[in-house]
């Protein structure tokens, strides 16, 4: 069974940029029409699809974010990764990263964890 484990600084700075990883097993990144999703809650609201990286190394962002936002893999070590730029308060959410096909809800998900973005 693939499971998927979010890890990264729990607290950031405004203005830096926030780094999360996330760790594969169980299965490869790099299968056949998976795609990997980073996906967040900020506190008291709904799920934001934030961007996701396919099987082949593709790349698609949220429209509202995809000039903040770079996600990237190392297929060495079964690893997606997520770049968000200068973080304000409202960054502030629980980050999922989850797996899925290219439509339909993703099938498996991480734990998430916090970030909060306070000086």
């Known amino acids: 069974q693939v499971q998927l484990q979010e890890s990264g600084p729990g607290l950031v700075k405004p203005s830096q940029t926030l780094s999360l990883t996330c760790t594969v097993s169980g299965g490869s990144i790099t299968t056949n029409y998976y795609y990997w999703t980073w996906i967040r809650q900020p506190p008291g609201k709904g799920l934001e699809w934030m961007g996701v990286i396919g099987y082949s190394g593709s790349t698609y962002y949220s429209s509202s974010l995809k000039s903040r936002t770079s996600i990237s893999r190392d297929t060495s070590k079964n690893q997606i990764t997520l770049h968000l730029s200068s973080v304000t308060p409202e960054d502030t959410a629980v980050y999922y990263c989850?797996?899925?096909?290219?439509?339909?809800?993703?099938?498996?998900w991480g734990q998430g964890t916090q970030v909060t973005v306070s000086s």
């Open positions: 989850a797996r899925g096909r290219w439509i339909g809800v993703p099938e498996y």
